[in-house]
């Protein structure tokens, strides 16, 4: 009789591992459904236009960005960005610190997938030296989930532009670098006082690039450094860089 009560208590407790193990699964994919939906539908919402640019090699993109509906929704909105033949197709929010956006949309429903969001602390996003933008590594290849690609020197080459849209001004983002860094790396840095710290800063980016790029960049311009999650040794990041051009 108590050998049964036992068997029982360990089949209740198995049966109850398993369908929480399912809850937990459904609840996982329903998320990136949801998330996937809802940035699908938000970027049929822009247009997107390809222009031949000689001095390019006919690379420069405009889009078109409602950002005044986006407001509406979330005053958060800051930017847009895009990535040709990418899942990159994303708005860009700043909140009020690092956590928010890991877990709301743009759009401040929950979900796993967040967004894609600017350091809290830059101050003047896209004017500074160096604007920090993170996203998830997303498995379906969301968010920043194709990041991994670019460390193939081929797939750089084919895709090394994006396009960041901001209510005021349209800018080209030539990439120029691929790096791993820990979390707490030096190069998650937004203050310079003057130009060798600025340049000090592009050598030790160059020095760890696991890439090859034609970009000129210099103390002058301005960067956008992109970061996400990275498995190759525990709290290792993804980032991605570049050179902010503005366009007509």
Request: hydrophobic share 35%.
């Amino acid at each position: 009789m108590r050998m049964r009560k036992i068997k029982l208590a360990l089949l209740v407790i198995v049966v109850g591992i398993m369908l929480f193990s399912l809850f937990r699964l459904c609840t996982g994919l329903y998320s990136y459904y949801k998330g996937q939906e809802t940035y699908e539908m938000l970027g049929t919402a822009v247009t997107v236009e390809k222009h031949s640019d000689d001095e390019n090699d006919g690379k420069m993109n405009s889009i078109s960005v409602d950002f005044s509906a986006l407001k509406k929704e979330n005053p958060d909105v800051k930017a847009w960005l895009y990535s040709e033949k990418t899942p990159i197709n994303y708005p860009v929010v700043q909140g009020e610190d690092n956590s928010r956006y890991l877990t709301q949309m743009y759009n401040l429903e929950w979900n796993g997938c967040g967004a894609i969001f600017i350091d809290y602390r830059c101050e003047k996003p896209f004017e500074d030296f160096n604007t920090i933008i993170y996203g998830h590594r997303m498995k379906d290849n969301s968010m920043f989930g194709s990041f991994g690609e670019y460390r193939e020197q081929k797939y750089f080459d084919s895709h090394d532009t994006m396009l960041l849209v901001t209510p005021d001004r349209s800018y080209r983002v030539e990439l120029f670098s691929v790096v791993t860094v820990p979390r707490d790396s030096e190069l998650y840095r937004r203050g310079f006082d003057n130009e060798s710290e600025r340049q000090t800063y592009l050598d030790k980016i160059d020095a760890l690039s696991e890439v090859k790029s034609d970009v000129r960049v210099t103390a002058s311009d301005r960067l956008v450094m992109m970061s996400t999650c990275t498995y190759e040794y525990e709290n290792a990041r993804l980032v991605i860089y570049g050179k902010l051009v503005e366009v007509e």
